[in-house]
Structures are given as structure tokens and as C-alpha cells.
């Protein structure tokens, strides 16, 4: 089981908290072709290793917040806000 | 390939049982083949069978990266049914379904393939509404599907709470739905296919896919580079990995989906039982044990082990129904990664690169599908030309927009 530390309200247990996928998704504009379209709704990079994500901290404070969490061991290297940029080391 | 039958079996019992022999070849790795399978599950296995078998192309190695039938073609639940909303699922997985029903006389190996019905479960007005529905579009596909009403229920499972948390108000039967031994689909498939000349190289895996001028011409291994005219990879979790090797996306999340048995017990399960409210199954094994499973642990995990939390949901689900098995004890739990399409629907066929061809997506339903879907990639590659039963699951679908919204693909609500 995960243990995740929220920003906010420190290291609970995973089922206090909802995974969002992937972050730092950025909406194209609307004028794109189908492939570009489909590359922001669909694919994913559902990286085997360091993964960028969304939380949210839905039994607790309910603030969403972004981890930095190893899909092959699941150890979470870092924990940032929602508006921060993931650590450089990370990206 | 030696036949097994009634007669082998007494000479060899009559014989101390010394003169089996290994069932299929450990093959040296040839520098070039004519089609290379990565992934020696079920899907690669009965792909390469078939090829050899129905298209005449013996020149095939099937690779893998650990032990034949060790990813999830040894950690699903067993189960193979075709109770699908959708026409091109219904028709895909019915095709499934029926080879299923001949398979072990097709592949001379027992696969125990026991047709005991997939009893699906409704808990409110509300979902037996939609479970009507979803019973009639089957019929409309021309499968068999039955509604049972609350004491039909009792009657085919009499161990069921029917005034549980959330009671049972009837639901839909498909009877031909049927579940049998998983690793005896893989290894009865391998040898098989090892029998028609295809090389079966465990312990070799892909690093690199050799692709010039958009077309693949090899694979790169830990044991050295092979050249291919053509190239198809059938690895479930691990889809995305091969996919990036080639250069495109794909639009998959790999979970962790767990399932687990208890301890041996009598026959008292008669059917799989399935809800999609309290998002549970269970069956029981020819061994006697209660095999059970649920949601996947939802989040991206490549680690094939899951968490309790999902654990103790799925039992604590199971137990409601059935209260009679809280004295059981679990013996084991487990976890395969599945690449979950946004639809459910696998994704087959061509790829964006010539010659390459892949078989995923499969999600939490894979193990139904090995028939199929070695059937209709065979003949994708075979033709350059996806079989009319995979015509819409390919890749393309996302760009269009084409998606088959298949909720029941899991049988557990999404």
C-alpha cells in the first residue's frame, strides 16, 4: 500500500486519496488536427518509471497536489503543488 | 508432435511414467525469421500457432523476456464469455467463445474448458433496467442470454444472500460461458505451435525494434539482433514500453489487477458469479478453490503485486453474498498488469510502422480472447490486412473517433 504525503495534511494511507493520471497535460488549441486531438484526449505516456501525477486528497483536505512516484517500485520522490513545476532532477 | 490419448496415458501410467517427453523444443535463437511474436503468452502463442498452422508461415520465433504463460495468461481468473453489448465485441469474443468449445481437441491438449454459465448480478431497479437491456442486445447479437428472476438465482446458487447490503433483484445468465485451466491454454498452445515449427525462446528479451524507412526489419535482443520481415508484439502491460520502441503512442494505462483463491473446498459454486454494483467475481476451480477478483488498484503500476486495500474490498464483497465463506482462508493473491484502453476494447492490427503489427489492450479480459485474437492476428499478418472480426479495434479509431464503448468488457462496472 502507498503512502502518500499530502502537501497539506502530511503522510496518510493511500485510500484516503483518489489518483488523477497523468499531469502537466497541456489543452492544445482547438483549431488542431485529429492526431494532435486524440494525443491530448487518449495517449499516455504510461511511463515504466518516474511518473508525474495528480493527486487528490479526497478524504482528507480535498486539495489535488502533483507526486513524482516510481510505477516499478511505487516510491514517491517528490510531492509538489498543484501550480509548481516538477523538480528538475524529475522532468 | 506425439498425440495424447486414453491409450498414451495407460501405456505411459503401465510404463512407471518414464517416457514422457519435454512438450515442446528449447530451440538456438536463428539470426533471421520470417515473423517475430514478442510475448510468449497466450495472445503470441496462439498467433504463432495459427500462422504456422492456417497460413503456412512455419519460419516464426515467439520471444520472451521470462517464462512461457508467466504474465497474465498465468494470473487471470480462467474466465471466457461473450456476453458483450456491442456487435463487433459480441462477434469478436462469440468467435473466441467457440473455438474455446473445440480447443482442446483442435490443440490435442486438455484445456478442462467447463461451460457453467456466467450469472450476472442486479441490485436495484435502476440496474436491472439496464441489465434487461444489455441481456437483449446480446440476444440481438445472436448469443444466448437469459434473465433470471431473484429464485432462479437461489436456485443455481444456493449459497447466495439475496437480503445482502445491497439485494439481489435478479439479473442474466449466459450459459455458455465456461472457465478452463490457463496454463493449459498456454502450454497446450505452445506446443502446438512448436509442433507446426515455430521456435519458442524463453528468456530473451526485446530491447530495441530495428525500423528503416518506416518499415520494421528486426528486433534487438539481449541475446543479439534478429532480422524480421515482420514483427508483432502481444505484451499486454508492457505496451506502451514496446510501442515507444517503435515511436508512437498509445492510449493505455497499465494497472495492477489482483485476484486471489482460497482454500480448497467441495463443488458449492456452481456458476462465475458476477456484479457490476459491489464490483465482484468468484468461481470455483476444479480444485475446489474460490477464485475471486474485482476492481485493479487504480493507479500506473508496472510491480505485478497489488494492494490490501483492494484485497479486503473484493473479499469484503464476496462475503456479503456469500457469508458462508467468511470461515475460508485465503491461500494466495496476486496481480497481473493490464493496459487498460480508454474503451475497454483491445487494440489490434497494423501499426503506424509497416510490418509491425500489435495485439493490446486487452485490459482485465485478455484470457477469452486468446483464440480470437491469435486467429485474427494471424491473418492480419499474414494478409498486411486486419481480419473483418478486428476491423474496427485498431489504432486509428482514436483519431476518428470510432470508439466501442464496451462497459461490459470487464463484466464490472467502469
Redesign the interface.
Known amino acids: 500500500?502507498?503512502r502518500i504525503s499530502c502537501p497539506y495534511c502530511g503522510t496518510r494511507?493511500?485510500?484516503e486519496f483518489?489518483?488523477g493520471?497523468e499531469a502537466h497535460i497541456v489543452r492544445p488549441e482547438p483549431a488542431v488536427n485529429?492526431?494532435e486531438?486524440?494525443?491530448y484526449?487518449?495517449?499516455?505516456?504510461?511511463?515504466?518509471g518516474i511518473?508525474l501525477?495528480r493527486w487528490c486528497h479526497v478524504f482528507g483536505c480535498g486539495q489535488w497536489f502533483h507526486i513524482a512516484?516510481d510505477?516499478?517500485?511505487?516510491e514517491v520522490h517528490a510531492v509538489y503543488e498543484m501550480t509548481e513545476s516538477p523538480p528538475e532532477l524529475l522532468r | 508432435m506425439k498425440g495424447y490419448s486414453t491409450l498414451s496415458l495407460i501405456r505411459n501410467a503401465l510404463g512407471g511414467h518414464k517416457s514422457w517427453r519435454p512438450i515442446w523444443r528449447t530451440p538456438d535463437l536463428k539470426k533471421s525469421y520470417d515473423v517475430v511474436i514478442i510475448g510468449a503468452g497466450g495472445h503470441g502463442l496462439s498467433t504463432a500457432y495459427y500462422l504456422a498452422k492456417k497460413h503456412g508461415i512455419q519460419n516464426i520465433a515467439v520471444l520472451d523476456k521470462g517464462f512461457l504463460g508467466g504474465g497474465n495468461s498465468g494470473r487471470n481468473t480462467q474466465v471466457t464469455r461473450s456476453n458483450y453489448f456491442w456487435p463487433q465485441s459480441a462477434a469478436f469474443f462469440d468467435h473466441s467463445l467457440r473455438l474455446y468449445e473445440n480447443l482442446g481437441h483442435d490443440i490435442n491438449f486438455n484445456v478442462m474448458f467447463s461451460q457453467r454459465g456466467v450469472l450476472t448480478l442486479a441490485h436495484s431497479h435502476h440496474e436491472l433496467e439496464m441489465v434487461r437491456r444489455w441481456a437483449n442486445a446480446i440476444r440481438i447479437n445472436g448469443i444466448d442470454s437469459e434473465l433470471v428472476s431473484p429464485s432462479d438465482i437461489k436456485e443455481i446458487e444456493p449459497l447466495i444472500n439475496l437480503e445482502s447490503r445491497f439485494p439481489v433483484l435478479g439479473g442474466f445468465i449466459q450459459r455458455r460461458a465456461g472457465i478452463s485451466r490457463h496454463d493449459a491454454v498456454a502450454w497446450g498452445y505452445a506446443r502446438a505451435a512448436d509442433a507446426n515449427g515455430v521456435d519458442i525462446i524463453q528468456q530473451c528479451e526485446a530491447t530495441a525494434l530495428n525500423i528503416e524507412n518506416g518499415k520494421v526489419t528486426g528486433v534487438e535482443t539481449d541475446r543479439g539482433r534478429i532480422s524480421a520481415h515482420k514483427v508483432c508484439f502481444a505484451v499486454a502491460g508492457h505496451t506502451t514500453v514496446l510501442a515507444g520502441m517503435a515511436g508512437f503512442r498509445v492510449p493505455i494505462t497499465s494497472m495492477a489487477l489482483q485476484a486471489m483463491v482460497s482454500e480448497p473446498i467441495k463443488p458449492c459454486l456452481a456458476t462465475m458469479l458476477s456484479s457490476n454494483v459491489i464490483h465482484m467475481y468468484a468461481s470455483q476451480s476444479d480444485r475446489g478453490e474460490i477464485v475471486l477478483g474485482g476492481g485493479a488498484d487504480a493507479y500506473i503500476s508496472y510491480a505485478q503485486r497489488g494492494g490490501i486495500p483492494v484485497v479486503e474490498e473484493n473479499v469484503a464483497a464476496l462475503l456479503e453474498l456469500v457469508p458462508a465463506f467468511s470461515s475460508l482462508r485465503l491461500n494466495r493473491q496476486w496481480a497481473g498488469i493490464t493496459d487498460i484502453t480508454p474503451d475497454t476494447t483491445p487494440i489490434m492490427g497494423k501499426t503506424p510502422v509497416q510490418n509491425l503489427y500489435m495485439s493490446g489492450g486487452w485490459g482485465t479480459g485478455g484470457y477469452k480472447a486468446i483464440p480470437a485474437g491469435g486467429d485474427t492476428m494471424a491473418h492480419t499478418i499474414a494478409h498486411d490486412e486486419p481480419h473483418p472480426l478486428i476491423a474496427d479495434f485498431g489504432l486509428d479509431r482514436f483519431e476518428t473517433g470510432a470508439l466501442i464503448d464496451e462497459g461490459a468488457a470487464s463484466g464490472v462496472a467502469h
Do not use: P
Open positions: 500500500m502507498l494511507d493511500e485510500v483518489h489518483c493520471g485529429d492526431r486531438w486524440a494525443n484526449l487518449f495517449h499516455r505516456k504510461n511511463t515504466k511518473h501525477e512516484r510505477t516499478v517500485t511505487h
